[in-house]
């Protein structure tokens, strides 16, 4: 009989990587303890009320103030040229592509505040500071605007009409990017000689992003040291500093970024927004702190939306149904600003993450990119990869049905087989690791594929419609980008991990935890973690594109050597040896250097608590065991999986119903499976909103038709069904700990394998596909001949 594990043994193996180690934070989350940016209130501050456009498109005539300045309590006033006037800068306008004959894409001018045209419903042109936050919201009511109108386009398609009204008159045609990725003569050849050529219009909906916790930011100025200092909740406390610069006309030195608890965010949260801008300004010239809340109607104007594109998809096969080329043309929204929109997602993620899984030897991608009268468009969970997925797994559906192939066999006719990895995409990505076809079989042994029609026979039975869908996806995840590894060893005796990633609801306290405490046998319980204060960042890349333990892993990784580098060297004079003959061991009882072949040692931490008693060292000793390390960023990752969903559809009101949901996941190493099966859980539940429910509508002027959640459908808990969850881990060789993301592959998932499972549903009455978001109408409309 083995010995019973002693109790370092058990805690050694409980916060193991690997293991499902609860978070850290949920015990001050769940006793309403957290600190987020709305709960913190600085003496003396005042509150900020936003001025927006009510119409949207219009020439500014004139603003009137002055009933508005005389109400009680107002403390200033400031109008878009009020900020200009100032000396405040533009704001920033995001990445830079070329167009296809070479030239820049254009950049319009953007003020703080609008000051020649409102651009659409929610353009902040004034802002209001008060004593309380209620003598705020009156004067900015009594704030009055003289405003031309002016015709509004809400479409990318429109937009690029010959007639359409122009949104930026510096932007001819509304047009910021003509894009082009891939050799068309050659993509055409493919499509001439192709046995098979599938083609598909598909839009992908607007959505509104709706975190949990609305935008809210106060802003402090120090005249002494010409100092700002930012409070909110953001991605990146690194990369929001940077983005502040311009607007402020000032340098990295001069501003000051501190984020707390953050309550959702999906890559909205991510860039500048007029309003921090605003705030900070009314500081420096109050001189004292200025505080803004987003309200849930407002923030569904001022926060950037996500998604909208409206693309046509070709693909192009040879007799057995095999992939010669795909093609995807098409238009991508990006509302009326680039400072919280983004050209990303309908161009280069296009071309990163629409060859998924399959060998697809060649690849066109024409996008063009317009400007609207509607709220920005950014960023949001996936950001162009649950996009891409979608079109891919729509397109090998509809081919399989229109050959007369069974769509899992047409998936496995098209995998990348395992040896030929590396595989270099025609859109430049270079797979390192993968397991396709034993994945999908997975997935469907698992989903008991095999026994799905007793399923539907029940369904019908009870008089439902029954169908199911694959997801087969790939992400390529956010670019490689240089990340701090801080590792400080504190006077308390705890060790803190500082990083320019930020936690915006992953929960990366504990899994870095569980990287550091692995590396160097620090326990789990002594480690925190510190992400939220500009001030300690050497660099920073931010949270987002799935790459958080990438980046910050790779760094924590790679300063613990240094840890270790520099303990040797320590304990060698604490031991009286050789630096030569000192060796570093984790096990049971934690961290330990010891001179090799005896029993003489010293513990990692018993070494830390000897340097803060006051360890006497040779000044060419090191005189601390803490490290300020910056890791240049590992390459791409490439997480995939394969989701299978069932729904059933009642055809009298055609209200469908996730029945069951599978789903098989390749995250490389998992660090931990609990926070990991969080994240796929919640990308699903987002990809599930945005296929059955979300959808930001405009009417002809320019107007939102949902303003709040009484208009505008959110998943529930009771639209999720119990979701079975597995790994099939193929470890990434492009970083140290062979991890690949996470966190934006359950959207990537759920919208192909449930849109999929819906058209299976349908396909009795002749569908062969319907748009997003799949609400009863428009399936109760297809089911009746509502379409071909």
Known sequence: MDAPASPLDAGFEKYAIGQPVSRKEDPTLLRGRGRYSDDINLPGQAYAAMVRSRIAHGVIRAVETGAARAMPGVLALYTGSDLLEAGLGLMPSGMSFKNRDGSEMPKPRQPPLTTDKVRFVGDPFAVVIAETLKQAKDAAEAVSA?????????????????????????????????????????????????????????????????????????????????????RLGCQGVFPMRQLLTGPLKTTVEKIRVLTGNVGGSFGMKSSCYPEYIAILHGARALGRPVKWTDERGESFLSDSHGRDHDMEQEMAFDAEGRILALRVTGYGNVGAYLSNGTVLQPTGNVVKNTIGVYATPLQEVNSRVMFTNTSPVGPYRGAGRPESNYYLERLLDTAAREMGIDRVEIRRRNHIPNAAFPYKTPGGMVYDSGDFSALLDQALAMADWDGFAARRAESRARGRLRGRGIGQY??????????????????????????????????????????????????????????????????????????????????????SELVIEKGKKIAAHVLEASVADIEFENGPSGGTFRIAGTDRAVGIMDLAEQIRAGLSLPAEVPQTLSVSHVAEGPPFSYPNGCHIAEVEIEPETGIVTLARYAMVNDFGTVINPLLVEGQAHGGVVQGLGQALFEHVVYDEEGQPLAGSFMDYALPRADTAPIFTIAYHPVPAKTNVLGVKGCGEAGCAGALPSIMNAIIDALAEFGVTHIDMPATPEKVWRAINGGQA
């Open 146 to 230: 003289e405003i031309d109108p002016l015709p509004a386009v809400t479409t990318a398609r429109e937009a690029d009409a010959p007639s359409a009204p122009l949104v930026h008159e510096a932007t001819p045609g509304n047009l910021i990017l003509d894009f082009h990725h891939g050799e068309s003569e050659k993509v055409a050849g493919a499509f001439a000689r192709a046995a098979h050529v599938t083609r598909m219009k598909i839009r992908n909906s607007r959505v509104v992003v709706c975190p949990m916790e609305p935008r809210s930011a106060i802003g402090e100025y120090d005249p002494e040291s010409e100092r700002f200092t930012l």
């Open 474 to 559: 790939l992400e390529v995840t956010g670019p490689p980008a240089r990340e701090m590894g801080g590792i400080r060893f504190e006077s308390d005796g705890t060790v803190t991990i500082i990083t320019g990633t930020l936690d915006y609801g992953q929960g990366h306290a504990t899994p870095f935890a569980q990287v550091l405490s692995a590396r160097l046998g620090i326990p789990f319980e002594k480690i925190t973690l510190l992400q939220g204060d500009s001030d300690e960042m050497l660099a920073g890349g931010g949270t987002g594109g799935s790459k958080s333990m990438m980046a910050s892993g790779t760094a924590i990784v790679e300063a």
